[in-house]
Structure formats: C-alpha cells, structure tokens
Nanobody, 126 residues
Framework: VQLQASGGGLVQAGGSLRLSCTAS????????MSWFRQIPGKEREFVAR????????FYTDSVKGRFAISRDDAMNTIYLQMNSLKAEDTAVYYC????????????????????WGQGTQVTVSS
C-alpha cells in the first residue's frame, strides 16, 4: 500500500492543522492506521493509532485532548486533527499502515507498522 500524507505547514502556537493521509494500491479497511512524528536527531515517535473499524483509538500522552485521529475508509483516507498546537509539536509527521491488530495502548504504541508514507512538515511558531 502506498501512503501520501499532506496538510502540514506553519502555524502559530495555539492554532490548528489537519493532516490527511490517502492510501493507494490497497484499501485501508484491512489495516490499523497510525501517525508518527520525528524531530531531526531523534527517533520516530508514536502519536496516534486507530483500529480497523475505528472502535479504538490510542494517543501518546502529550497529545491527548488536543489531537484526534479518524478514518474514512470510503475515501481510503485517515486524518489527524491537531488543535492547541505547541512549539514542541514541531516535527515531520508520518502516516503508517499495519496489518496487526492491537487491543491495548502499550501494544499500539509498540507496534511497528508494515507500510510508511512520506512525511509532512509541521512547524509551530511560539
């Protein structure tokens, strides 16, 4: 499956952005979908994950209450709504697809996705 992320940009602290990730080659209803982010010089960090039917969502603690992951399988697309953005949210954001099924937060955060998209840069100015 090929993944194409978009929607990044420059925003002031406190603002909002909505990232999109559209898949091609395979339909995403067979995958759990995730967002990760990476700052130069640091490891890629888990941000959010949504299960196949959207019944479970998982977030890293630093974005809980501010970010929301969602999916539209008819459009083969997932989203990451990011509100109340902070300077520390600045990173390259990546979407990913995983055939593995997860049931608990620790499991979701540790799972290594099978497919990755290219990143989209999010810059939050303070």
């Amino acid at each position: 499956v090929q993944l194409q992320a978009s929607g990044g940009g420059l925003v002031q602290a406190g603002g909002s952005l909505r990232l999109s990730c559209t898949a091609s080659g395979r339909i995403i209803n067979n995958y759990e979908m995730s967002w990760f982010r990476q700052i130069p010089g640091k490891e890629r960090e888990f941000v959010a994950r949504i299960t196949r039917n959207g019944s479970r969502v998982f977030y890293t603690d630093s974005v809980k209450g501010r970010f929301a992951i969602s999916r539209d399988d008819a459009m083969n697309t997932i989203y990451l709504q990011m509100n109340s953005l902070k300077a520390e949210d600045t990173a390259v954001y990546y979407c990913a697809a995983d055939v593995k099924v997860t049931f608990a937060p620790a499991q979701a955060m540790a799972a290594k996705p099978d497919y990755w998209g290219q990143g989209t840069q999010v810059t939050v100015s303070s």
